[in-house]
């Protein structure tokens, strides 16, 4: 949904005032979610979620060595990030690429939609 609200929020953003208001902006709700997990979120539910939670789990700490360590993952997180912040960094100053003066083009509107109709239909 984040993601989503991103692709309509940015060109409107930079529409309305600059690409420096639209990072602070979303630094802003960046940090007031954060700060509402980090103050809201429980150590653990009052129930059990599954049956499996019920269970002893390992170290965090192990299993995070140990996930370091696969060649594959790090594979996999380093391409989804690349083309995630590739995607990202270039939607972000779309607005600006495509304007034919100072004017906001409506181009950038249909494709921020565009944008957003793909990411919520998966």
């Known amino acids: 949904i984040g993601v989503a609200v991103g692709f309509v929020m940015n060109p409107y953003l930079t529409q309305q005032y600059d690409i420096r208001t ?13 700060i509402l997990f980090t103050v809201y979120f429980p150590l ?13 789990r390992t170290n965090f700490i192990d299993s995070l060595k140990d996930l370091l360590r696969n060649r594959s993952y790090i594979v996999l997180v380093l391409s989804g990030g690349l ?4 995607s990202f960094g270039f ?4 607005s600006v690429i495509l304007n034919s003066s100072s004017g906001f083009n409506n181009k950038v509107k249909v494709e921020s939609f565009l944008r957003f109709l793909q990411s919520t239909s998966w």
């Open 22 to 34: 639209m990072l602070i902006v979303q630094a802003e709700i960046s940090i007031f979610i954060a």
């Open 44 to 56: 653990r539910p009052p129930t059990p979620p599954s049956k499996s939670a019920e269970e002893n």
């Open 83 to 86: 083309i995630m912040g590739a």
């Open 91 to 94: 939607q972000s100053v779309l």
